[in-house]
């Protein structure tokens, strides 16, 4: 292999270009970003950025000693997987390649209407929100999931009048189930901030939101936070199996084969927020938007480029700071019989935990990120638990394990 594309400059994309180099690839190596700036962090943007405690959160990285060509600004448009492989981009035309890492990330959805609408996903609109929270500002964020929660939580104290909207019946239904989602409810109301659930959102328009049966809500600022998708335009028409991300193995390759999966191809892989990967652990494909994933998994990535023996089988893992709370979760639960509370999920600090039978499938932690680190460890095993002993908090997860 002499010539590596990776597209798209996010944290997968970096971390994918330094694990080639640290496996040994010596060859040509192009890193193709839309974006003007080098790679940076997101978690920060609805956290220290938007509440104005840090500008900049552009990753570490030794891009002279990467010998890596950084195309910024630059946007892939189209895929050719014909003999001569390339990848199509909007001003440096044909760019060859021998080994591909598709790393585009996801882009966030927005509501239907023609008003004013902002999304965060990016450090521009990070800092335009910024601008946009001051005192007495009406804020309606679309959404109680994990943004809207934190960019509700940094309104909130930045004095503006903040109300949140939410389809589903409790904050973070579809995350969490609505069970667990119902115990963050009273969060919002604790921080001054109006939570309206069960209400659909028909459209934006000027100067605030109109609801499903017709109800307006006036607005200054319109912030919406209902998901993310990865933008597959470019890989449309390329042969490429993509279904809601891009298709791959547990390795991270792709396949050929538009309908269903046929050969695999060793020479392209997806990671990060736009691949729909194959989880052994779960048996089933999975399509995680969390940091941590960008961060691991494209070591995996690089490695089965290599043509080196990699399968990525982590627990998926992920955090969030809201309402003053430190939550993570780890593990799936899609399939779990019940949830265990460790702790008074009405209190301050408590762990919901998720199990089928007498195995642990996943954790959320609030406020308690020792239960996290051991749940995550017993999930990952697969370990048996004692349920008695698991909803005792002061007995450690680790303890809980059945000898
Ligand atoms: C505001 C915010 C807060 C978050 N907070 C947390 C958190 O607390 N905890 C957590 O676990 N996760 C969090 N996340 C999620 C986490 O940041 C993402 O999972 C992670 O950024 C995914 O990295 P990625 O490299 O796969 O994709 P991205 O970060 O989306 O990077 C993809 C890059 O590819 C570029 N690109 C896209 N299409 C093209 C193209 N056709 N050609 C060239 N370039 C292209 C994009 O412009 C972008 O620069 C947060 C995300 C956001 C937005």
């Known amino acids: 292999m002499e010539r590596v594309i990776v597209v798209g400059g996010g944290l997968a994309g970096l971390r994918a270009a330094e694990s080639l180099r640290g496996r040994g690839y010596k060859g040509a190596l192009t890193l193709v970003s839309a974006e003007r700036h080098p790679p940076y962090d997101r978690p920060p943007l609805s956290k ?7 500008d900049d959160t552009t990753v570490d990285a030794d891009w002279d000693a990467l010998r890596c060509d950084l195309l910024l600004g630059e946007r892939a448009t189209g895929l050719r997987l014909d003999a001569r492989g390339g990848v199509i981009a909007s001003t440096a035309g044909d760019l060859p390649f021998d080994g591909l890492v598709i790393a585009t990330g996801a ?12 999304v965060l996903r990016t450090i521009e609109d990070a800092r335009d929100l910024r601008s946009r929270l001051t005192e007495g ?6 959404g109680a999931g994990w943004i809207g929660a934190e960019v509700a939580t940094t309104a909130a104290k930045k004095g503006c009048v903040v109300t949140v909207v939410e389809a589903a019946d409790t904050p973070l239904a ?12 009273p969060w ?4 001054g901030v109006g939570l309206r659930t069960g209400v659909k959102v028909a459209e934006v328009r000027d100067g605030g939101l109109v609801l499903a049966g017709g109800a307006p809500i006036g607005a200054d600022e319109i912030i919406v936070g209902v998901g993310v998708r990865p933008d597959l335009s470019w890989l449309e028409g390329s042969g490429l199996l993509l279904e ?13 084969g538009e309908e269903e999966p046929g050969s695999v191809r060793p020479d392209v892989v997806a990671v990060g927020d736009c691949a729909a990967w194959w989880s052994a652990r779960y048996g089933r494909r999975l399509l995680v938007e969390h940091w941590d994933t960008a961060l691991n998994a494209p070591d995996v990535a690089a490695a089965s480029l290599l043509g080196q023996e990699a399968v990525y089988d982590a627990v998926p893992y992920f ?3 809201q309402f003053g709370r430190m939550v993570q979760y780890a593990g799936s639960h899609a399939a779990s019989e019940r949830i265990v509370w460790r702790g008074d999920p009405s209190g301050r600090k408590w762990t919901a935990a998720w199990l089928t039978g007498d195995r642990l499938d996943a954790v959320l932690a609030v406020d ?15 370990s048996a638990v004692d349920a008695v002993a698991l909803a005792d908090p002061d007995v450690p997860v680790r303890q809980a394990v059945r000898g």
Do not use: C, K, M, N
């Open 368 to 382: 308690r990120p020792r239960d996290l680190v051991q749940a995550r460890r017993v999930i990952a095993a697969g």
């Open 137 to 142: 500002a009406r804020i309606v964020i679309v």
């Open 244 to 256: 809601r991300g891009v298709v791959t193995d547990g390795s991270f390759r792709t396949y050929a």
């Open 319 to 321: 955090w969030s700071e």
């Open 107 to 118: 882009v966030p959805i927005t509501l239907p209407g023609d008003g004013p609408q902002h």
């Open 188 to 191: 919002y109301a604790e921080a």
């Open 174 to 185: 579809g995350a969490l189930g609505p069970e667990a989602g119902a115990r963050t409810a």
């Open 48 to 54: 220290a950025v938007l509440a104005g405690e840090s």
